[in-house]
């Protein structure tokens, strides 16, 4: 694994600010109503992506995660602005502007979504995997859920068939506590979601989920370990998520008494005290940062903005690869496009 050093925390603190900075951006947006249909926000759990991305190898390891997925595209690579203009609806986007928030895709940067159905991407993750083993690639599949997708059948499936395997994969459990509404506590008797891996003889651990450092060191342990072809590892990321589960939600299930208490544990205020402690940098260069990142978010609204919304022939031409369309007519769709 690549040394953690005084500049691999300042990079942390930039890479993590301006990802807290691009949701809170995505929800005025969504709340202007220029971002439509659902919108999941990332708020609380820039520590995961920033600590995974540390161990992985950059130039061939892949990503697989659930509809949270704004944030760790841009971690492996992706740029903010055609994920920006994906959310806004835009041909500049990720997807042609089709997509939209649940389904940011990458194959430039091995990034495979971006999944709207609970735990449909575990699977998925592990067939990504397969290849890679299939063909001696001697790359490793990320594979991440949050704590309601390990109710899915097809979890224990896959993991079942991982360890049969020894699939290059790492299974990552976004721990934030809560599945939609429902508290881990109240939907199962094995709160400790790490133990569900150790059943199927999966090596499985429990991870601080607001700590990059600690998330590096233990992804980097079961990376290695894929990679040298002893199969996969469950991480039980445990982490918090400080904005509701969607724009829609309420958050009648828990208190402000809670939120305020995790908010003391913010990632990113924890990097930025660890580094004055430190003496690494200085408070005013910090603050520059925090407000370079600001610009660097509205540069993306800029881009997307500026940008054209899709066609219907660019609707044609990304989802059909055959170019004779046999299962639509397209004249007849061209001839009533004013309905649509």
């Known amino acids: 694994m690549k040394k953690i050093t005084t500049e691999t925390y300042i ?22 109503q220029k971002i439509r249909g659902f919108l999941h926000l990332y708020n609380g759990q820039e520590a995961v992506p920033a600590g995974l991305t540390h ?82 690639k001697k790359a490793v599949t990320i594979a991440i859920m949050g704590d309601g997708a390990v109710r899915q059948g097809s979890m ?17 459990c976004e721990n934030n506590k809560y599945a939609m509404g429902t508290s881990v506590e109240r939907s199962t008797n094995m709160e400790d979601i790490y133990k569900i891996g150790i059943s199927y003889g999966m090596p499985s651990y429990p991870v601080d989920g607001m700590d990059p450092e600690k998330i590096a060191k233990i992804a980097y342990i079961a990376i290695d370990r894929a990679r040298k072809g002893y199969g996969a590892t469950f991480l039980d990321i445990k982490t918090y998520r400080y904005r509701g589960h969607s724009m829609s939600d309420s958050e009648l299930y828990r208190s402000k008494e809670e939120i305020h208490l995790y908010k003391k544990k913010d990632p990113i205020l924890k990097l930025k005290n660890f580094i004055l402690q430190k003496k690494w940098d200085t408070i005013e260069n910090l603050i520059e940062i925090e407000n370079e990142v600001k610009k660097q978010v509205e540069l993306c609204v800029e881009f997307a903005e500026k940008s054209d919304t899709p066609s219907l022939d660019d609707m044609y031409n990304v989802v059909y690869s055959e170019p004779d369309y046999p299962f639509l007519d397209r004249k007849i769709f061209h001839n009533k496009k004013e309905k649509y």
């Open 11 to 32: 990079k942390w603190f930039k890479d993590m600010s301006f990802w807290r900075k691009f949701e809170d951006k995505c929800r005025s947006l969504y709340l202007k």
């Open 156 to 172: 224990h499936e896959t993991f079942n068939m991982a360890m049969i395997w020894k699939l290059p994969v790492v299974f990552v």
């Open 55 to 136: 161990a992985m190898d950059m130039s061939k390891d892949k990503m697989i995660t659930a509809y949270r997925c704004h944030i760790l595209p841009i971690s492996m690579g992706v740029s903010p602005k055609k994920i920006m203009a994906e959310l806004l609806g835009k041909k500049t986007g990720t997807s042609h502007g089709l997509g939209g928030s649940m389904h940011i895709f990458s194959k430039k940067h091995r990034f495979y979504g971006g999944h709207g159905i609970v735990g449909g991407q575990i699977p998925l993750g592990a067939g990504i995997a397969f290849a890679d083993k299939y063909f001696g």
